[in-house]
């Protein structure tokens, strides 16, 4: 089938379907990863969004269950140079097409994501449709940049509540076999397991499994749950996890974050969760010009000197002239120098912007878990 992607600034490119049929819409975006397209298309935080990947195939290892995020994919579309026909992987039960066909997500391929993923980083993401499956006026280009056109800004949308928990739910444990903490760490298997509450802002799964993998029984609220009903539990600590979008209009996250703050629990956040601690400590947000969203991006922690290789997924950032005294930042990004994580200097709080949970490094930033977890034994 014919399918075309339309930019908002009238660039469109022709191509052929690689998905379901159908019109999608959504804040089109690249992802520098080399793999996990699977991880990337169940992501919640990519809801709202039409996902280019830079690496030229896709889809050549098929699709695992087990390497799912979240229930099934998220994002709003999905583009690529070229999909692989051929799933060769002894985990794989099916084709990347197949699986985008039955969980009806539109994509495009055989188009030059290298030119895209040029317009991008110069003119910053921007809204686009993707088209396939039709013909005459369906696919009139001139007609699909007006669709873009008139498509929802992400800057101003709550987009966490499309992807949140319905209710509180308790993670089941995982064998910390195949789960378990990186050669080094300390084994906490001697310990009492540790009480987390977590925010679903859109969560990765992974994220369970390594807090539960470090020794924690988890228990997930609806993003909207507040504060007071987390803390009814005693939790010995509670957790901000990442989510989509702009942390700006999410008012009812950011008050629970504060309450959360004066109540002297440990709290750690990753991503939105990161991004909902800093304004609830005092800062404020921007929107970056064409995000952060790879497997391979250098973060210093400025206390050691030491470089992280870090998975990321955000397109906006806290603003440092923004905050207080009392907060301090305690990694920073090495390609563009924004804030990547933050720590309260008498609270006991802190997160960062990427993601530990994804191992890119692939250990390089799974202490910061232990450091959670020691947080709470401090106390």
């Known amino acids: 089938?014919?399918?075309?992607?339309?930019?908002?600034?009238?660039?469109?490119?022709?191509?052929?379907?690689?998905?379901?049929?159908?019109?999608?819409?959504?804040?089109?975006?690249?992802?520098?990863?080399?793999?996990?397209?699977?991880?990337?298309?169940?992501?919640?935080?990519?809801?709202?969004?039409?996902?280019?990947?830079?690496?030229?195939?896709?889809?050549?290892?098929?699709?695992?269950?087990?390497?799912?995020?979240?229930?099934?994919?998220?994002?709003?579309?999905?583009?690529?140079?070229?999909?692989?026909?051929?799933?060769?992987?002894?985990?794989?039960?099916?084709?990347?097409?197949?699986?985008?066909?039955?969980?009806?997500?539109?994509?495009?391929?055989?188009?030059?994501?290298?030119?895209?993923?040029?317009?991008?980083?110069?003119?910053?993401?921007?809204?686009?449709?993707?088209?396939?499956?039709?013909?005459?006026?369906?696919?009139?280009?001139?007609?699909?940049?007006?669709?873009?056109?008139?498509?929802?800004?992400?800057?101003?949308?709550?987009?966490?509540?499309?992807?949140?928990?319905?209710?509180?739910?308790?993670?089941?444990?995982?064998?910390?076999?195949?789960?378990?903490?990186?050669?080094?760490?300390?084994?906490?298997?001697?310990?009492?397991?540790?009480?987390?509450?977590?925010?679903?802002?859109?969560?990765?799964?992974?994220?369970?499994?390594?807090?539960?993998a470090h020794g924690c029984d988890v228990r997930v609220y609806p993003a909207t749950a507040p504060a007071s009903e987390l803390l009814a539990t005693n939790p010995d600590g509670v957790f901000l996890s990442n989510g989509p979008g702009d942390p700006a209009p999410l008012t009812y996250a950011i008050d629970n974050a504060k309450a959360l703050v004066a109540s002297n629990v440990p709290v750690f956040g990753i991503c939105l969760g990161h991004q909902i601690l800093g304004l609830a400590m005092g800062g404020t947000t921007f929107k970056l010009k064409f995000g952060h969203r790879g497997a391979n991006h250098p973060v210093k922690k400025l206390a050691s000197g030491k470089v992280e290789i870090t998975s990321q997924n955000h397109g906006f950032a806290v603003d440092p002239a923004s905050l207080p005294d009392d907060v301090e930042v305690t990694h920073v990004n090495l390609y563009d120098g924004t804030i990547e994580g933050l720590r309260h200097r008498t609270r006991p709080v802190f997160c960062v912007q990427y993601h530990p949970e994804a191992s890119p490094g692939p250990h390089d930033a799974d202490y910061l878990f232990d450091d959670f977890l020691t947080l709470i034994e401090s106390r």
């Open 1 to 212: 089938m014919n399918a075309i992607l339309a930019l908002e600034d009238g660039t469109w490119y022709r191509g052929v379907a690689a998905g379901a049929e159908g019109v999608a819409y959504g804040e089109v975006v690249f992802n520098t990863s080399m793999t996990g397209y699977q991880e990337v298309l169940t992501d919640p935080s990519y809801s709202g969004q039409i996902v280019t990947m830079t690496c030229p195939e896709i889809g050549n290892y098929g699709i695992a269950p087990a390497d799912g995020e979240s229930r099934g994919p998220q994002v709003a579309g999905f583009i690529m140079r070229e999909e692989s026909p051929v799933a060769s992987n002894w985990r794989s039960t099916g084709t990347l097409r197949e699986y985008l066909v039955a969980h009806r997500i539109v994509a495009i391929a055989d188009i030059d994501t290298r030119a895209l993923t040029r317009l991008l980083r110069s003119a910053g993401v921007m809204r686009g449709v993707i088209a396939t499956g039709a013909t005459g006026a369906d696919l009139d280009p001139k007609a699909l940049v007006a669709r873009a056109k008139a498509a929802p800004k992400m800057e101003g949308s709550d987009l966490v509540r499309g992807v949140t928990a319905a209710e509180a739910f308790d993670w089941p444990q995982e064998d910390p076999g195949e789960f378990g903490v990186p050669a080094g760490t300390e084994a906490r298997g001697a310990r009492r397991r540790l009480k987390i509450a977590a925010y679903d802002f859109g969560m990765k799964w992974n994220i369970m499994r390594r807090l539960s």
